[in-house]
């Protein structure tokens, strides 16, 4: 299962999302550090809008998926954009 599968998985399971996108960007960091080619899902975007969101701050909802995603993380998963809404708020996507 690719780390793009497994994260869409675990945000599934975890949060019950209305919508859900993860996003692989990996090829637009190759080259930042040595040994980053762009082709080792290293890079991620999640965009998740979940009635479990309701309430809590952007902090608490980063902290939420980061530490759903612990394992991934220490799998190489080098860096993560997090943009998480509750139904009703105003998204860019």
Do not use: N
């Amino acid at each position: 299962m690719s780390v793009r599968s497994t994260i869409e998985a675990k945000l599934v399971d975890a949060f019950h999302p209305e919508r859900l996108l993860v996003l692989d960007e990996s090829m637009q960091h190759a080259g930042h550090q040595p040994g980053m080619t762009g082709s080792g899902e290293t890079h991620m975007r999640i965009r998740i809008v979940a009635d479990a969101f309701s309430g809590m701050s952007r902090v608490t909802r980063h902290r939420a998926i980061t530490d759903l995603l612990t394992a991934e993380f220490d799998a190489g998963l080098h860096a993560l954009a997090i943009e998480a809404a509750a139904p009703g708020e105003e998204t860019r996507w």
